[in-house]
């Protein structure tokens, strides 16, 4: 009982300083909503995954063509419809790449190519399927970045000013959108493949035509949300005008949406350009694009697989890492559009 | 509500009128006549089939002709396959599609459903995540993918079931399988995020401590509420089961509608390509129409914002 009152007695006490400086000190630093936003992506597992696959992919499609001895056309038809076999994984008998085909006949030894090794295989007409899929998967994702670029520019400026303007102009703008909507794209797309000549370009503009209306809807519904808003008024009376007002306080505001809707795009559209490739409407050979590669590879599918597997395997890994983004990045830029 | 139909009608009008004058005009804009390739021809017999065809008016005159007869549901001869009536080409082929495509959904919405339901009710569990990747797959892997594999595996090398054709009942199981998996993820997908916002309700609990079994609470009080907004994706899933057909039969050698428009374009049998064009349209606005009405009369909210905008 002493001992206890020993120990507490008023001397070990210090009265407290109060101060407002000192409880509105920050300790920590401040996190900015982008810094915020990343820290959501990378933990989740799905998105990293996905950007991982991407950047994999992406490697391959620059590099895979450039650090192989054969070009994309060449043809040989002495190598012809060879199974793919890969250095060294050849000794590892169930992988399947060690240039034995179905039938269970070496071809590299049939057609004396013994000292060749062609990753994927090749073709009927010998050309390296290696190079022709990383060939292809680059024409895939170009045409589906110009096409998501393109959207997102007539997207963002149509909402824009669909939405700031408000009134006639809006009501005007959002009855065509309605119209354009109502037009199925699948319908569009095929009848522009058939005036246009088809290639790279025609199947971009045939997306856009129809694809941006998605992200003007998306843009016009946040333009209006935020058209109200106390800080938007303020720079008003402030004396900014439309344009300061949308680039400087709407623009990064509406960024999470444009880039999410994007990112949705990207898979989108590289789904409709191998739609169109596969019913005989797109690129036109010898250029190949992943969608053709597979069409190319069903014809022969019961005794070559190889054709169809690779290009197959890596539009469905494009699409798969695109979409596990594209919801990681909705998660982490807009956490009320989290499902 | 008859003003939000009356509404939609005139839209679906105008947008059925843009697309025919759209397809029409674009038609017309392809380089050269239907006969160009056929190297026989005199030009007094390529003058005689385009009179014949009416080639020879005016593009006014012709689009006048063409929308008049699109009233009268004719829609011209197939250029390729002898003066046969696109109407009666179309009629016979939509059968397989159709089925194949109802087959499709049927199988898929109940799956899906399940599926979704499951993995709300066991929520951030094994089953929850076997259920959100196999939709994340089923949405990202492009059909012929699926159709592919498919074929190749069960058809070719189990041998369980035929590869290709249309010939009876074991024919549709791996067309109508590859067309549905898009439809499972989808369903899947979206009844689990509305189970789990239902779950979270006020209404629930309150249900939950009335004392009501589990069952009544899952099926009476959630599951149904939960289906409403799910009516809102059946529109974009009737559009993709479309596009999906046209994939599928092509792979699975079905001789569907989808078949014969593949064929169509490769053949540039124009009249066919118009008219299944403009038929798809009338398809897509169609059910895009019935599930706008269908949405305003499951929800009354919906209905309400309707009548007063």
Redesign the interface.
Known sequence: MSMREKQLNNDLFQPAVISMEASEKITEESTSFWQDARRRLFENKGSVAGLIIIAVILLFAFLGPVLSQYGFDDQDVSRANLPPRIPVLEKVGFLGIDGVDIRGVNQYEMKNQKDNYYWFGTDALGRDQFVRVWKGTQISLYIAFLAAAIDMVIGVAYGAISGYRGGRTDNIMQRIIEIVIGIPNLIVIILFILILEPGILSITISLVITGWTTMARIVRGQILKLKNQEFVMASQTLGANSSRILTKHMFPNILGSIIITSMFTIPNAIFFEAFLSFIGLGIAPPTASLGSLVNEGFKSLQIYPHLVLYPAVIISLIMISFNLLGDGLRDALDPKMRK | MVRFVLKRML??L??LF??TS??FF?MK??PGSPFNNEEKLTDAQKFILNEKYGLNDPVPVQYFNYMGNLLKGDMGVSFQYDNRPVSTMIAERIGPSAVLGIEATIFGTIIGLILGIVAALRHNTAADYVSSLFA??G????S??FA?LL??YVG?KLDWLPVALWDGPKYHVLPALSLSVFVIATVARFMR?EMLEVLGQDYITTAKSKGLSKLVVIYKHSVRNALIPVVTILGPLA?NL??GT??IE??FAVPGLGYQF?GS??LNDYPV?MAT?IF??VC??VV?LIVDILYGIIDPRIRVAGGKG
């Open positions: 839209y679906m105008i947008t843009i697309i759209f397809t674009l804009l392809l994340v797959l949405i990202s892997i492009p012929f993918v592919g074929q190749y070719v995020t559009i479309i596009t046209l994939i092509k792979i593949v374009i490769t390509i064009t798809y349209s897509f606005i895009i």
